[in-house]
Every structure is written in structure tokens, then in C-alpha cells.
């Protein structure tokens, strides 16, 4: 119990000190000091990797899920937003491991609060109270001795030790340093200069500030969403006003003139919805870049070459690797072009067009906002378009394996030493004396037989003999 005490408070005060918190914007509205349910997941996870000698192969991020329910549940942290009026009177709410789900601390403290007294608690007496937390506590310790099943080491709980020694360009670093490593040893990358160049790419028409989502269009709030009636609004339109927030004044002016201002008849919000889907269409086929780089060629081909193959896991690792690698304002605005696009493309949703099914539609329509290279086939790019989409609420998530090679990295950078000693990556194997003699001898025999069969062939003339042995 006492293990399991320091480890939850040990992973409390990690979330503290290590989930991003800042404002970001979720259905049109804005939000102070809160994270991404994604982020808090990879706190989690990471720490855990590092505390309780676990590896990738011992942990998933379910489990990370389950210990962030656990903290939710102990209003450590609690949903923003609509989820927060929505689940407000119910008595559980469900953690969400997503980049667009938000969470906020209920306070500044590391320790847990106790549940918040409520009307049911009133008539209980405090023998069923006592009861109650104990059966809570335990539930939580059950939790976290079950992640422990496989750690061949004591855990290593520091809870008061600061974590953040290293400069955040340090981290930075180091984190971009091993998502290369890893993504090297997935797919064959012959030159990594345009991988540096093109991770740094940013687009500073979109934002004021990289680091932060505060979208500069006023008339987005003044004019689209007052002539747009909200409590109609559907998974389809929010997904595509959402994709607005990146687009020049001038195409949310033309939206809010075209947009109808009823909404009382189902046909309206398929008026909505075509519009809102041909300007989309009409923003990204006028612009002269795609998403992704063109110059990350050699990245996009070993993708695809590993969903060729069937390496679907592999190919959402390294998908994940090099989103990683964009800047952030591009990766945000991919991230909300692929969740639109999968939504359209949904077969019961609205007709983009009579002849063709919507799928088809997108695909055909859209892959070349994505991505756009006269190396790659046309199929081929449809392929890593349709891969992405379909993936799209997993690829923006941060590999386990990642996480585990950032952690000991860190922790090795933290404790002095020598973080080259060990890279964590594995491009060759030690052999002992005897093996290495074994080898060498076989190495001669076949070359003597290589030599052997060369001189033999009366096909190849002597002055070619001469000069192959």
C-alpha cells in the first residue's frame, strides 16, 4: 500500500510538472491552462517506463488510459468544455486519449482531493463513508500493482525530485534526435537533410504564435457562428468549421454570405455542408504546396512501401515518427484536415456527389492537398492518403517505444552520464572469440570455393579471371 501511495503521487506530480498546459480551441470556443488528453497519457506512461524499470513490451497505452481514469475519477484532473456541462450530473465520465479532448487540474496541490460532497454522501453515515474511500483506495492500488506485473526491478519513486534540470532546447533535442533513430530503423532514409530542413517548416500566416492555438480571424466568431444555429451543429460541420480556423479572412467572409439563415429544415445543414465542402476544396486546390513536404520523399515512399507489405503497425509507428517531426501549427492543421475528410467519407453521412460514393470522392478529391509528388504513382499516393485518414485518431499519438528511448535518454542526461554509451538501439551484436574465429574460417572456404569456381568456368576469358580473383 505504501509503494503504491508513493507511486501515485509520484505520477501526479509528473502530470504537473510535464503535460503542456496552455490555451487551445475546441468548437469555436477558447480555453485557459488545460492539455490534451493524449498528452497526459504520454506523462503517464513515460514516467512509469522510468520509475518502474518497464519497458514497451510491458506496458500499452490502455493501461495508461486506465491510470488517467483513475486520476479523473479522483478529480486530480477533470474534462473542459462540452464534455464538462455534458457529464456534469452523471456519475462517471470517461477519459479520452485524444489530441482534441481537454482536461484541466482541479487544483494546484500534487495530492489526490477526496470526492466532492454530494447529496448521496449526506445520508450516509461516516462508517460508509470511511468504507467508500477504502474501497476507492484499494481499487487504485489493485491498479497500480497490476501494471507491476512484469518489472524485474524495485520501483524507483522519487516524488519531490524536480524534472525539469534540463532546458526545454535540450529535451527538444533529445526528443528529435531519438524520433530519427527510431524512424531510421523503420524505413530507409538515404539522406536526412531534408528531414532537418523540413521538420523545422512552419507557416507563420496561420498563427501569431507557434506555441499557441489562438486563432487571429474575428470574423469566425462574429459572423460564421452567429449565423449558424450551434445546438443543430453535427460532427460533419464542426469538423469542417474547425478547418476554417486556418483559412484567410476573405473565405470566412465568402462562407458567412453564402450560409442560409435558417436551420429549421434538415435540407438546410446540407446546404451547410456544401457549402462548407466546396470551400474547403477551393482554400487548399489554389494553394501551391501540399501538407506534407514534397521533399520528404524518401520518408512517404518507405511508408508506403511498408503498407505494400502489409507492415500496417509498422507503417503507423513511422507515420507517427515523422508527424512528430512537422511543426506544430502544420501537424494541427493536417490533423484537422484528416479528421474532416474521414468524417465526409463516411458512407451514411452527406452525398458529396450522386454518381460516385463519398469515399471515392475524398479520396480522389483530396490526396493532393495532402500530398503532391510527380515520383510517387498516383495509387500510391491515394494509398498513404487513405492510410492516414483512416488512422487518423491514432497517428497523431506518440509511439511507446518513442516514449521509452526519450525517457532513458533524459533520465541518463539527468544522472551525467554519458548518453551515447548506450543509444538504445541495437545495429549490431557482440559475438564471442570462438564465433568470431568460426566466421573468419568460413569467410576464407567460401572465398577459395568463389575463387575455385571462377577459374573453372571456361565461359569467362583468362584476362577476366585475372582480374575478378
Not at 32 to 42: I, P, Q, R, Y
Not at 244 to 263: G, H, K, N, R
Not at 308 to 332: H, M, V, W
Request: aromatic content about 8%.
Amino acid at each position: 500500500p505504501f509503494q503504491a501511495t508513493q507511486l501515485w503521487n509520484s505520477i501526479i506530480h509528473a502530470l504537473h510538472s510535464q503535460v503542456e498546459i496552455k490555451r487551445r480551441r475546441q468548437h469555436l470556443k477558447t480555453y485557459k491552462n488545460c492539455f490534451t488528453g493524449s498528452n497526459a497519457v504520454d506523462v503517464v506512461l513515460s514516467h512509469l517506463m522510468q520509475s518502474m524499470y518497464l519497458s514497451c513490451n510491458d506496458i500499452s497505452r490502455l493501461k495508461g488510459v486506465r491510470v488517467c481514469q483513475a486520476l479523473m475519477d479522483h478529480k486530480v484532473f477533470e474534462p473542459v468544455g462540452a464534455k464538462l456541462y455534458l457529464f456534469r450530473n452523471e456519475k462517471e465520465t470517461e477519459f479520452e486519449d485524444t489530441n482534441t479532448s481537454l482536461y484541466k487540474f482541479v487544483n494546484s496541490s500534487f495530492t489526490p482531493r477526496l470526492p466532492r460532497k454530494n447529496k448521496d454522501n449526506e445520508s450516509l453515515s461516516p462508517e460508509q463513508i470511511c468504507k467508500q474511500k477504502t474501497k476507492r483506495r484499494s481499487k487504485v492500488e489493485e491498479l497500480l500493482q497490476s501494471i507491476n506485473v512484469h518489472a524485474s526491478l524495485p520501483p524507483k519513486i522519487t516524488v519531490n525530485e524536480p524534472t525539469h534540470r534540463l532546458s526545454k532546447r535540450v529535451i527538444e533535442d533529445v526528443w528529435k534526435q531519438q524520433t530519427l533513430l527510431r524512424l531510421l530503423q523503420l524505413i530507409d532514409v538515404p539522406l536526412l537533410e531534408d528531414v532537418l530542413v523540413s521538420s523545422v517548416k512552419t507557416k507563420p500566416d496561420c498563427f501569431g504564435k507557434e506555441e499557441d492555438l489562438i486563432i487571429s480571424n474575428t470574423f469566425l466568431d462574429r459572423e460564421v457562428t452567429c449565423s449558424l444555429n450551434l445546438p443543430e451543429l453535427d460532427k460533419w460541420l464542426y469538423a469542417a468549421i474547425e478547418c476554417l480556423e486556418y483559412f484567410p479572412d476573405q473565405f470566412i467572409v465568402m462562407v458567412s454570405q453564402q450560409l442560409p439563415q435558417s436551420t429549421n429544415k434538415p435540407s438546410s445543414l446540407n446546404t451547410y455542408k456544401k457549402i462548407l465542402f466546396d470551400i474547403i476544396i477551393k482554400y487548399y486546390s489554389q494553394k501551391k504546396d501540399s501538407l506534407l513536404a514534397t521533399q520528404d520523399l524518401d520518408i512517404h515512399s518507405g511508408i508506403i512501401e511498408l503498407i505494400e507489405k502489409g507492415k500496417t503497425d509498422q507503417a503507423l509507428e513511422a507515420s507517427q515518427l515523422y508527424l512528430k517531426l512537422l511543426a506544430p501549427n502544420i501537424r494541427e492543421e493536417l490533423h484537422r484536415l484528416l479528421t474532416f475528410i474521414a468524417i465526409a467519407s463516411e458512407s451514411e453521412g452527406y452525398k458529396l456527389q450522386k454518381q460516385f460514393d463519398n469515399r471515392s470522392v475524398i479520396i480522389k478529391t483530396c490526396t493532393k492537398f495532402i500530398l503532391q509528388n510527380k515520383t510517387l504513382s498516383k495509387p500510391q499516393a491515394e494509398l498513404l492518403t487513405r492510410f492516414l485518414m483512416d488512422n487518423h485518431s491514432e497517428l497523431f499519438k506518440t509511439p511507446l517505444t518513442l516514449l521509452e528511448l526519450t525517457g532513458r535518454r533524459l533520465e541518463s542526461l539527468l544522472e551525467g552520464q554519458d548518453p551515447d554509451i548506450d543509444s538504445g538501439f541495437t545495429f549490431c551484436q557482440r559475438v564471442t572469440t570462438k564465433e568470431y574465429e568460426d566466421q573468419k574460417q568460413q569467410t576464407k572456404q567460401y572465398l577459395l570455393a568463389l575463387v575455385q569456381e571462377i577459374d573453372n568456368d571456361p565461359a569467362i576469358p583468362l584476362k577476366q579471371k585475372k582480374k575478378l580473383i
